[in-house]
Nanobody
Framework: VQLVESGGGEVQAGGSLKLSCAVS???????MGWFRQAPGEEREGVAT???????RYEDSVKGRFTISRDSAENPLYLQMNSLKPEDSGIYYC???????????????????WGQGIQVTVST
């Protein structure tokens, strides 16, 4: 399974970015998620979406970020609005290859990870 993120970059506070994650090598995708890691910080979950489309978010991004997936072509998206400097970091998409309850605090259950992409929000 290969996951490749795209769409990162630098944006001013209050701006928007949309991340995409292309997936190959897997016929059925179960729980998909976005995670991020800021310098000197531990990795944290941002949002997850299961195969039925149920989305869950980390509290600090609720109302600002939207995770979505296209079941026909398998890509995963993260629309990020009203970005803040504290949203800066390396963003990773990930896949957990089994069904069931899926949430951003389950990062240890995710088996497949992309290489990550930088998001920088400047003041």
């Amino acid at each position: 399974v290969q996951l490749v993120e795209s769409g990162g970059g630098e944006v001013q506070a209050g701006g928007s970015l949309k991340l995409s994650c292309a997936v190959s090598g897997y016929t059925r995708l179960w729980c998909m998620g976005w995670f991020r890691q800021a310098p000197g910080e531990e990795r944290e979950g941002v949002a997850t979406v299961d195969s039925d489309g149920m989305a869950r978010y980390e509290d600090s991004v609720k109302g600002r970020f939207t995770i979505s997936r296209d079941s026909a072509e398998n890509p995963l998206y993260l629309q990020m609005n009203s970005l803040k400097p504290e949203d800066s970091g390396i963003y990773y998409c990930a896949h957990r290859p089994w069904p069931g309850y899926c949430s951003p605090d389950q990062d240890r259950e995710f088996s497949y990870w992309g290489q990550g992409i930088q998001v920088t929000v400047s003041t």
